[in-house]
C-alpha cells in the first residue's frame, strides 16, 4: 500500500511539473499587479470579503491562496469549463490581465482563519496526515503540505481555513466528476484534476465531515 501512495505521489510530482511546463508554453507571461488587483476586487467584495476572507461557508476564501491556481481557476470559470453557475458570469468579463491582478492581490492577503470543529478535527487530522493506505487514501498533506498550503507551481491549490461547506461541495464535485465540463475550442480541466476524482470518490460522508472540520482550522 505504501508503494501505491508512494506511486501517487511521484505521478503527482509529475503531473504538477507537466502542468507548469503546459501553461507557461501556452500562455503568453501575464505579470500581476496586487496594486491594480486591488482595486479590481472591489467587485469580488461582496461575496470574497474585502481581502479575501468570506463571511458564507458556501463562498470560498482567496486570502493567501497561490496566483498561478486563482489565475488559472479564473480563465476556466470564464470559458464555463469549471461549471459554476453563480461564479460564471463573475468570471465573464476578466482580461487575462485582470485575471493576474486579481491573484496577486488575493495572493497578497492574510487568510482570517477559522476554528476546528472539536468534535470531529482529530479524525480529519489523521486522515489527512496519515491517509487510509486500506482504502487506497493518499495523504491530503503529500500534496497540500503539512499545513494545508499547497503549492503554486505545481497549482496545488492552499486548502488551510477553507470554508467548510465550500471543501464538502467541492469533494462531492471531484467525486461525481461535476466540477469541469468538457466545451468545445476551450482548454481541458487541468491534469491535477484527475488526482481529485480518484481521490474524492474513495472518501465516505464521514471522512468529509472530519476533514473539513479539520480544514477550516488549519493554519
Ligand atoms: C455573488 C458572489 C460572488 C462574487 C461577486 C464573486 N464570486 Fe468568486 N466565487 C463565488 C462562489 C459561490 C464560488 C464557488 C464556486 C463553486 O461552487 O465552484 C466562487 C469561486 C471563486 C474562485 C475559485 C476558488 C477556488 O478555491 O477554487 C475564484 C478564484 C473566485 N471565485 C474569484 C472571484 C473574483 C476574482 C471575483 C471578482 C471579480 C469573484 N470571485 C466574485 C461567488 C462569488
Ligand atoms: C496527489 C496529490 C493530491 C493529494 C494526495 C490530494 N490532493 Fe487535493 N488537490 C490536488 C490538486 C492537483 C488539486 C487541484 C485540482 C484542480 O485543478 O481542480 C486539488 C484540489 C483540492 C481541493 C479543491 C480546492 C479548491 O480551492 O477548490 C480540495 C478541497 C482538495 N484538493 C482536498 C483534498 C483532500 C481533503 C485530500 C486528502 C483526502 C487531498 N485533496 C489529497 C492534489 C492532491
Redesign the pocket.
Known amino acids: 500500500m505504501k508503494s501505491r501512495i508512494a506511486a501517487a505521489l511521484l505521478a503527482a510530482t509529475l503531473i504538477g511539473l507537466g502542468i507548469a511546463a503546459t501553461v507557461r508554453a501556452a500562455e503568453p507571461a501575464v505579470v500581476g499587479s496586487a496594486e491594480a488587483g486591488a482595486t479590481?476586487?472591489a467587485?469580488?467584495a461582496?461575496?470574497?470579503g474585502a481581502t479575501g476572507s468570506s463571511v458564507n461557508p458556501?463562498?470560498?476564501n482567496?486570502a493567501g491562496?497561490h496566483h498561478e491556481y486563482?489565475a488559472e481557476?479564473?480563465n476556466l470559470?470564464k470559458s464555463v469549463v469549471?461549471v459554476?453557475p453563480?461564479?460564471n458570469p463573475?468570471?465573464a468579463a476578466?482580461s487575462p490581465q485582470d485575471m493576474a491582478d486579481?491573484a496577486a492581490h488575493f495572493e497578497a492577503q492574510t487568510p482570517a482563519g477559522l476554528e476546528a470543529d472539536p468534535a470531529l478535527w482529530q479524525a480529519g487530522q489523521k486522515l489527512y496526515r496519515g491517509g487510509d493506505a486500506a482504502r487506497g487514501i493518499p495523504a491530503c498533506s503529500g500534496c497540500h503540505g503539512p499545513n494545508g498550503r499547497g503549492n503554486g507551481p505545481a497549482r496545488w491549490?492552499q486548502i488551510r481555513g477553507q470554508q467548510p461547506v465550500?471543501v464538502t461541495?467541492?469533494l462531492h464535485a471531484y467525486a461525481a466528476k461535476t466540477?469541469y465540463a468538457a466545451v468545445a475550442g476551450q482548454p481541458p480541466a487541468p491534469a491535477g484534476a484527475e488526482l481529485m476524482y480518484d481521490i474524492a470518490k474513495r472518501l465516505g460522508e464521514d471522512d468529509i465531515k472530519s476533514l473539513v472540520a479539520y480544514l477550516q482550522g488549519l493554519r
Open positions: 479590481k476586487a467587485v469580488c461582496a461575496c470574497h458556501e463562498w470560498p482567496l491562496q486563482i481557476q479564473l470559470l469549471r459554476a453563480v461564479m463573475m468570471a476578466l486579481l491549490p465550500y461541495n467541492q466540477r
